[in-house]
């Protein structure tokens, strides 16, 4: 019996190294010097394209106005960026507040369609009735927490105007890195997309992925759907891979730098991941068959294919299977006699506790890499850089129970909290810059 979980044991973990090998090709390609990487930028566009800002926000009074602050203070012509707001089942002052800061505000009452893919094809379909469809090359997608770099938008309109994307996603930076060890947690996940997946996708000429806000969409891409259809609960991991399925290309923008805030409570992290993670179920129920069709084609769409598939794929699920038949096993060896049943047990918890070291140092050693790679971007002190990257694996690892708890829980939106980036008392009709160029300015002083 002990021969056949070791073999079970040993081609799982062969089968999931060699199904993840290609993002270790990726690191490799990310450990490329940003200098040596400006050959890649984009170059600037000739074109200033016209877009829309569009923000989905339920009861965000406390930080919506600084968003669309730091978008007014953009070094872009301010006739070439509109704002919108959809206020969405709202029950404070939300849209009074994106009024007052300079944004056209539309207010969405519907409790039956719930969730941001929701709300944003409310918007489009607003857009299309007031006839304003035709005036944009495109829509930049926000959250009312985020925060952005002066130079957002010219950036990604460099980035738009240099090849053929469905959309254009940027580097998701965070506002509180050193709150705690979740908001650490999360930044240290996004970084690590930013820097060793979407980067190095984009160096490759493969197809990147949105990650829930930040990103710029086609209005090509809008008008061909008709909208926004997607309405999983990660409907941002459905647009990708939709894209990726048809073909379409997803660009990235290293120098695009948004500012996202994360959440600090393990209860609200715990019901946002939940939702995630259902969310990748629904993805790849839905989506599979189109990508393993898709990753027949071969070449570059062939790879963002397998690569959707593989970030969808329940590779949590594969780890709580490897623990179960082990702890299985352990039990049953229980049951035999003396000796034997002495061995058997301690060779299977030594087998459990080697692989949940091997995971600690692991996930460790990735924090720690882009903590490194990344160290002049994160805007902490020296001690929260290198202090969480060993509450990181922790972090990780608790994706096990939320794996097993997605399969059978319910999963619906729920609201989180957010809070301003200031820690004045600015009015909300302060003059052009002041909220947003304040936030952002306090963000980016280096400590």
Not at 76 to 83: C, E, R, S, T
Not at 213 to 241: C, K, M, Y
Not at 257 to 267: A, G, K, M, N, S
Not at 424 to 439: H, Q, Y
Request: net charge positive.
């Amino acid at each position: 019996m002990l021969d056949l979980i070791h073999a079970f044991n040993l081609l799982l973990s062969v089968a999931v190294t060699a199904a993840f090998a290609y993002q270790g090709a990726f690191m490799l390609v990310g450990f490329l010097n940003r200098r040596r990487a400006e050959q890649y930028d984009a170059p600037p566009a000739r074109e200033l394209r016209r877009y829309a800002a569009l923000i989905a926000a339920r009861n965000e009074e406390a930080v919506i106005a600084e968003l669309i602050e730091s978008l007014r203070a953009q070094d872009y012509p301010a006739d070439k960026l509109d704002i919108f707001v959809v206020a969405d089942n709202c029950t404070d002052a939300t849209a009074a507040v994106a009024r007052q800061a300079g944004a056209q505000v539309f207010e969405r009452f519907d409790t039956a369609r719930v969730g941001k893919g929701y709300a944003l094809d409310f918007l489009f379909c607003r857009l299309r009735e007031a006839g304003l469809e035709q005036d944009y090359a495109g829509y930049f997608v926000f959250d009312a927490d985020n925060l952005v770099d002066r130079a957002f938008v010219r950036r990604m309109n460099d980035t738009a105007c240099s090849g053929d994307f469905a959309a254009v996603t940027c580097y998701r930076n965070s506002k509180n890195y050193g709150a705690n060890w979740i908001s650490a947690g999360y930044s240290l996940w996004f970084l690590r997309e930013a820097r060793f997946l979407n980067f190095p996708r984009m160096l490759l000429g493969t197809s990147c992925t949105v990650s829930g806000t930040g990103f710029l969409i086609s209005a090509d891409v809008i008008r061909e759907n008709g909208g926004w259809p997607f309405h999983l609960l990660t409907e941002d991991l459905q647009f990708s891979a939709d894209c990726a399925a048809d073909g379409k290309r997803i660009g990235y923008c290293d120098k695009a730098v948004l500012y996202d805030e994360q959440p600090t409570t393990f209860r609200q992290s715990w019901d946002q991941r939940l939702r995630w993670t259902k969310g990748f179920y629904q993805v790849a129920w839905r989506y599979a068959p189109n990508l393993i069709r898709g990753v027949g084609r071969g070449g570059r769409k062939g790879l963002s294919c397998y690569d959707v598939l593989m970030i969808v794929a329940p590779g949590a699920l594969l780890t709580v299977s490897l623990l179960l038949v082990n702890l299985l096993a352990a039990v049953v060896c229980l049951t035999q006699p003396g000796e034997l049943a002495g061995a058997v047990l301690r060779a299977e918890l030594l087998f459990l506790a080697t692989n949940l070291a091997t995971g600690y140092c692991g996930f460790s050693a990735l924090g720690l890499i882009t903590v490194l790679c990344e160290w002049n971007r994160i805007r902490a002190t020296r001690a929260q850089k290198l202090g969480y990257v060993f509450t990181f694996p922790l972090f990780m690892m608790t994706y096990i129970p939320l794996a097993v708890a997605a399969l059978r829980r319910k999963v619906e939106w729920k609201p989180i909290a957010h809070h301003s980036a200031r820690r004045g008392a600015a009015p909300v009709c302060a003059p052009r810059r002041s909220l947003g160029a304040l936030a952002v300015g306090k963000i980016v002083k280096n400590f």
